[in-house]
T-cell receptor, first 109, second 114 residues
Framework: GQNIDQPTEMTATEGAIVQINCTYQ??????LFWYQQHAGEAPTFLSY??LDGLEEKGRFSSFLSRSKGYSYLLLKELQMKDSASYLC??????????WGAGTKLIIKP | NAGVTQTPKFRVLKTGQSMTLLCAQD?????MYWYRQDPGMGLRLIHY???????AKGEVPDGYNVSRLKKQNFLLGLESAAPSQTSVYFC?????????????FGEGSRLTVL
């Protein structure tokens, strides 16, 4: 079967760096996505990784290791507006998205 | 820029009542999806459509029906609402399917079934 795990909640300080991990188990893999979702709002696309390595996009970076079934989202220079839930989603061999439950990130001043 | 618009935003139903959620997108996207989001769980796909006039079942289709009569609209119907259908419903669209990774979501419709 397929399974995605990510921490339920994390707390970090404004200006700091935080890493949100996502581990998965799947029989087929076609990519891993990260979305951001502010409370009461729609999820918005952050990143897509299909090959191993680090993809950098401004203050946000996403890393993938297919052999380890592991990804992380790295947020630098944290701002209060980064307080949100971060959703990890796996695209399986049937090109269906399997979503994690999300990590709620709380930023403190 | 409207993007993906869902109506209504909030609704309270009694068990057994019916209702329809409307999703409209103005980006000329082929693919449209209905998800539900429940506390402590990931988004779950209810139904999806790969083009006008087509629909397909997702992970949790029971108790729901959909229609895509016009390319820009994707309707989700509950024929006989049950408390288990209390959830936040999200519509999403994409230009070329999930492969590209970027889904555009509506702001959600919060449904409570008493």
């Amino acid at each position: 079967g397929q399974n995605i795990d990510q921490p339920t909640e994390m707390t970090a300080t404004e200006g700091a760096i935080v890493q949100i991990n996502c581990t998965y188990q799947t029989s087929g893999f076609n990519g891993l996505f990260w979305y951001q979702q502010h409370a009461g709002e729609a999820p918005t696309f952050l990143s897509y990784n299909v090959l191993d390595g680090l993809e950098e996009k401004g203050r946000f970076s996403s890393f993938l290791s297919r052999s380890k079934g592991y990804s992380y989202l790295l947020l630098k220079e944290l701002q209060m507006k980064d307080s949100a839930s971060y959703l990890c989603a796996l695209m399986d061999s049937n090109y269906q998205l399997i979503w994690g439950a999300g990590t709620k990130l709380i930023i403190k001043p | 820029n409207a993007g993906v618009t869902q109506t209504p935003k909030f609704r309270v139903l009694k068990t057994g009542q019916s209702m329809t959620l409307l999703c409209a997108q103005d980006m000329n996207h082929e693919y449209m999806y209905w998800y539900r989001q429940d506390p402590g769980m990931g988004l779950r796909l209810i139904h999806y459509s790969v083009g006008e006039g087509t629909t397909a079942k997702g992970e949790v289709p029971d108790g729901y029906n959909v229609s895509r009569l016009k390319k820009q609209n994707f309707l989700l119907g509950l024929e006989s609402a049950a408390p288990s259908q209390t959830s936040v419903y999200f519509c999403a669209s994409s230009s070329s399917g999930i492969v590209t990774g970027e889904l555009f979501f509506g702001e959600g419709s919060r449904l409570t079934v008493l």
